[in-house]
């Protein structure tokens, strides 16, 4: 006689495995179904923003990014000290901004 236990291959435990499989994936579909829209938008942003980049550049414009980076600097601001001297600078390598 030919016995399952004896082989490592339990039929009701890959049954149980493929059902839990299954309900963990429905699970996180219920789950992220309510943030795709949100994460489409950022994605085509990222997207938007990427295309303006790549085309300005091959056009010789200048960087269109610049101005939507300034919305960035105050908080790069508080992280600069830590930036630099995390590099090994125990002074600001920027002759006109001090932050230490």
């Known amino acids: 006689m030919h016995d399952d236990h004896d082989t490592g291959h339990d039929p009701r435990r890959e049954k149980i495995r493929a059902w ?13 179904s309510r943030y795709r829209g949100a994460i489409a938008r ?31 600097q105050p908080l790069l601001l508080e992280r600069f000290h830590d930036w630099h001297t995390r590099m090994g600078m125990e002074r600001s390598p920027l002759d006109h901004f001090r932050c230490c």
Do not use: H, I, K, W
């Open 20 to 32: 839990l499989s299954q309900a963990r994936f429905f699970a996180e579909e219920v789950y992220s």
């Open 42 to 72: 950022a994605r085509r942003d990222e997207d938007d923003l990427f295309m303006l980049l790549v085309f300005s550049e091959m056009m010789g414009v200048p960087n269109p990014a610049a101005y939507y980076t300034l919305e960035l």
